[in-house]
Each structure stands twice: as C-alpha cells, then as structure tokens.
C-alpha cells in the first residue's frame, strides 16, 4: 500500500461537501418539518411522500434526472449558466443541491418527529406569556426539540460523506471540484488498487460508527419530552 497514491483533497472536499450540504438543508429542513408536523392540509401527504422519495429512489435514477434539472438547459442550470456564464451541473455548487435533495428525508424527518413530540401546549404557554411565534420557536420548541436537531444534523451529514449514485451522475469525477471519496474509492478499485481503497473505505467505515455512537451517546443525555 503506498499512502503517497491517496488523493487527500478528496477527503477534504467531500468534509467540504458534506458542511455546506448540512447548514443548507437545515435551513431548508426547519419549516418543511415544522410545517408537516402541525398544518391539517390535505397536501400533507404529498408533501411527505415527496420529502421522502430519496429514501427508496434508485440514485442513479436521482442522479438523472437531477443531471438534467442542473444542467445547461434545466430548469435550475438554465437561468444559473445565463446569469453566471458558469455551469450549474459539474460544479461544486450543482453537487450541494443535489446532495441536499438526496439527503433531504435524513433532516426532515427527525426533526418533524421532534416537533410532533413537542406539541403545541408548550408554544400556546408561551404565547399567553405575551412572547411572539419567532420567539416562542427557538426558546421554547427548538431547546424542546433538540434530540431531533442533533439526529438530523450528524444523520445528514453521515449521509452526505457516503453517497455515490447522485454525485457520479450530477458531479463526475473533476479533481478539487466533486471528485469526493467514494468517487475515489471507485477509481482506486477500477485501478486493481486494493490496499488504498480498503484504506480509505475503512476510514469511512470507522467514522460512521463514531458519528452514530455519538448520536446514540447524546440522545440518552439530552432531555426527552413527550
């Protein structure tokens, strides 16, 4: 095994990847699950169903019809190439939405169950308290919720680092760009390149475990509320 072979800017890109991917879909994730976890309209359940499509869509058929929506004549790729004169698909920027769309489910539905879990006494409390609904979220039912927040967070994260369906299809294999390290724990395979592979597939393997004991290890010190 020759470690000198190993394309660390891989490893770092797809931490990268992975940051930006999370701090989108929780800004993303807050009011879709919020909203799933309290509104009564009949559209719920498409919604739902939508927000959990990634969970059982092949990601090669993702990946492809992402490819088409980010590339130069899509519906997101289109205006993005016009206004920039820079593609949208191959491009770090392409991988992040396509990333945050295929891990979507991972920080929605925690939090949407969180949410549940919380209710609306705790919020119609605090709104008699004269407090508005801005402030009664992130006082009251975001500190309430925080099990969720931490299971979406480390869930979407986790999940970004592995993906390889979607970002071959929609990203490729551009070093620096979107050549993460499950593109490059491909090429080291095709390449009969074992020993690194093993390498690199071993460190994901390892910090998957310690990202889901964390999880694990949190949850049963963090407060329940039901």
Do not use: C
């Amino acid at each position: 095994m020759n470690t000198s072979q190993l394309d660390f800017q891989a490893v770092f890109l797809t931490l990268k990847l992975a940051s930006a991917t999370v701090a989108l879909l929780l800004v993303i994730g807050i009011p879709i699950a919020w909203w799933l976890a309290h509104t009564r309209s009949r559209y719920r359940p498409y919604i739902e169903a939508v927000v959990a499509l990634p969970l059982v869509l092949p990601p090669t058929v993702l990946g492809f019809y992402l490819l088409i929506l980010l590339g130069p004549n899509g519906w997101l790729g289109g205006p993005f190439s016009a206004a920039t004169g820079a593609p949208l698909s191959f491009s770090f920027t392409g991988l992040v939405i396509a990333s945050s769309i295929y891990s979507l489910p991972f920080v929605v539905q925690p939090l949407h169950s969180s949410f549940e879990a919380v209710g609306k006494e705790p919020l119609e409390a605090a709104w008699t308290l004269g407090a508005s609904k801005w402030d009664a979220f992130w006082t009251v039912a975001s500190p309430l919720a925080i099990r969720g927040y931490v299971t979406a967070l480390v869930l979407g994260f986790a999940h970004t680092l592995g993906e390889f369906g979607v970002v071959l299809m929609v990203g490729g294999s551009i070093p620096g760009e979107t050549k993460v390290i499950s593109i490059e724990i491909y090429e080291k395979v095709e390449t009969l390149d074992y020993g690194n592979a093993h390498l690199l597939s071993a460190g994901l393997l390892i910090f998957s475990f310690l990202v889901l004991l964390i999880v694990y290890i949190i949850n049963r010190r963090l407060p329940v509320h039901v």
